[in-house]
């Protein structure tokens, strides 16, 4: 969809609060308007992807019992109506079967509509990361905002709207863990100190497989980074001699940092942990090599 930039509530210096107060004076003036279902659609620009099954199941058992208490808001689009604000509620209102839904219908061009839906989401606290990483980057593609004038629209503050961007240089493959839940924030953060792009892929994967935590990640990129060069396969060119295959092999069990000191037939291994509950998960794995 191709949006003009600084075109938007931005480059008039009008935020949400405006928006919301605009709500409240329609609703007030021209009231609200029972709005058909199936000539609502939702926007397909707005930056969340994932809605909770189980709460969208909860909050339409809700509306069956006392409808929906909250009106969403629209914009005019042909003949049918796109949802500005509201699609968890209107995605609740159909699976609990109701045939209208009570609605606010705003005068708004596209550009607005678009800017107010997005900020709206990326108001909430329940945003995946990469959504509203995405959702930032939107901001700043679309209409030509600068960092600190999205951390102003949304509320957050700077650093949080920066290192949010900064999750969008990982690989796209890790960018869906993190979406999925399968890894966290933390970890994809600990996972930006890798530049190749297959790395963080391998890493991530090894991460959901042996449950690490993220200090363990974190002990996992730093040794990863003092390594030697990569091979032409972009893969981690480890000595592969002697201890050092040892020492690696056993790194890639446990997942953390593992050294061996030793002289001539005898010496030690220290295993590395750095939580109660990483403990618990190495000792884990050595029962299961026990067994």
């Not at 930032?136 to 961007?165: C, H, M, W």
């Not at 295959?245 to 056993?250: A, G, H």
Request: net charge neutral; glycine share 6%.
């Amino acid at each position: 969809m191709a949006l003009p930039k600084k075109g938007g509530l931005g480059s008039r210096g009008r935020g949400l609060e405006a928006v919301i107060s605009q709500q409240v004076d329609s609703i007030q003036e021209k009231g609200v308007t029972e709005i058909s279902i199936d000539k609502i659609s939702p926007n397909r620009e707005q930056p969340r992807r994932i809605f909770d099954e189980t709460a969208l199941e909860e909050l339409a058992e809700s509306m069956k019992q006392l409808g929906v208490i909250q009106p969403i808001v629209l914009a005019k689009d042909g003949d049918y109506y796109k949802i500005i604000v509201g699609e968890r509620r209107w995605r609740a209102a159909k699976i609990a079967g109701l045939k209208k839904i009570p609605a606010i219908i705003k005068d708004l061009d596209e550009t607005s509509a678009y800017e107010i839906a997005l900020v709206e989401n990326l108001q909430r606290e329940n945003l995946n990361l990469i959504e509203e990483a995405r959702g930032y980057r939107k901001l700043v593609d679309i209409f030509g905002l600068s960092q600190e004038e999205v951390a102003q629209k949304v509320g957050k503050s700077r650093p949080t709207v920066t290192n949010a961007l900064r999750l969008l240089n990982l690989d796209e493959r890790v960018q869906q863990f993190v979406l999925n839940n399968e890894i966290t924030g933390g970890h994809a953060r600990a996972l930006l100190g890798i530049e190749d792009k297959d790395a963080q892929c391998q890493i991530a994967e090894k991460i959901i497989e042996n449950g690490l935590s993220v200090r363990a990640t974190e002990a996992l990129v730093k040794n990863y980074n003092n390594q030697k060069p990569v091979n032409n396969d972009n893969r981690v060119n480890f000595d592969t001699t002697g201890y050092k295959s040892i020492e690696k092999n056993l790194k890639e069990l446990f997942g953390t940092k593992v050294k061996l000191n030793c002289k001539k037939n005898k010496g030690k291994i220290e295993i590395e942990y750095y939580s109660d509950a990483d403990l618990e998960r190495i000792l884990e794995l050595i029962t299961k090599i026990e067994e």
